[in-house]
């Protein structure tokens, strides 16, 4: 899978674009990856998919955040989840509080049903990054980890993860492993090509299964 968003998509960065201010092109952008997606070989199982970047400041949480937002248009059940523990964008694009979510959940702190948000766009809930970490590694790597991934992929149609840049830190690497699916975003004419090949080489060495990538023109 590999699809290229046009200009006017890699400029909506940190704000919710609503679909109805959708150009034509990026429309059929979001369709042609929510189609790749639906026809991934095993589509029932492929239910829980990772996003990032070889680097920062790529384009990747606005792309994630207007990909379930789309996906939530076509009357499926979204979840949007923030695993950036350290810098995490998605409150800010959704105007939620940020205080409490997954880290308190992998800290056994709250439950999942206590610190979802559910949205006014489709059926599209959103799980904020709740307490910032200074190492979140070992935490999404335990076992509730690997539980509240079973429990929200029995609950929803699909599970996007807004993970950070997999060059940069070491916690994406060991979410790749976890979900079904992996897909990198690119952004085209600052994404270097030794560092999409290192990008797909980690992945490789953390057994993430990369499906995809999205290039994010600027």
Request: aromatic content about 4%; overall charge positive.
């Given at each position: ?11 909506m960065?940190?704000?919710?674009i609503?679909p ?21 070989p ?18 990747k949480?606005t792309?994630?955040?207007?990909l379930?937002?789309s996906?939530?248009?076509q009357?499926?059940?979204?979840l ?10 998605i409150h800010?694009i ?9 880290a ?10 206590e ?9 599209l809930d959103?799980l904020v ?5 200074s ?6 790597g335990?076992?509730?980890m ?10 929803y ?9 997999i ?5 994406t ?10 897909i ?32 994010n023109?600027?």
């Amino acid at each position: 899978m590999s699809v290229n968003l046009n200009r006017s998509f890699s400029q909506m960065k940190k704000k919710l674009i609503k679909p109805s201010s959708f150009n034509s092109i990026t429309s059929d952008q979001f369709r042609m990856i929510r189609t790749n997606i639906k026809f991934l070989p095993d589509e029932n199982k492929n239910k829980v998919f990772l996003m990032t970047s070889p680097n920062n400041k790529e384009g990747k949480s606005t792309t994630i955040t207007n990909l379930a937002v789309s996906m939530a248009q076509q009357d499926e059940k979204i979840l949007l989840i923030d695993a950036n523990l350290k810098n995490p964008v998605i409150h800010h694009i959704f105007d939620i509080p940020s205080q409490i979510g997954l880290a308190d959940i992998l800290m056994n702190k709250k439950r999942f049903d206590e610190v979802v948000h559910s949205t006014e766009i489709g059926k599209l809930d959103v799980l904020v990054s709740g307490t910032t970490l200074s190492n979140p590694a070992e935490l999404l790597g335990n076992e509730t980890m690997t539980y509240l991934l079973n429990l929200v992929s029995r609950i929803y149609d699909v599970v996007l993860i807004d993970a950070p840049s997999i060059l940069k830190t070491t916690e994406t690497h060991i979410l790749a492993n976890q979900c079904d699916g992996v897909i990198l975003v690119l952004q085209k004419g600052k994404t270097k090509i030794d560092k999409v090949i290192e990008a797909k080489r980690t992945l490789e060495l953390a057994h993430g299964n990369l499906v995809g990538s999205i290039i994010n023109e600027k």
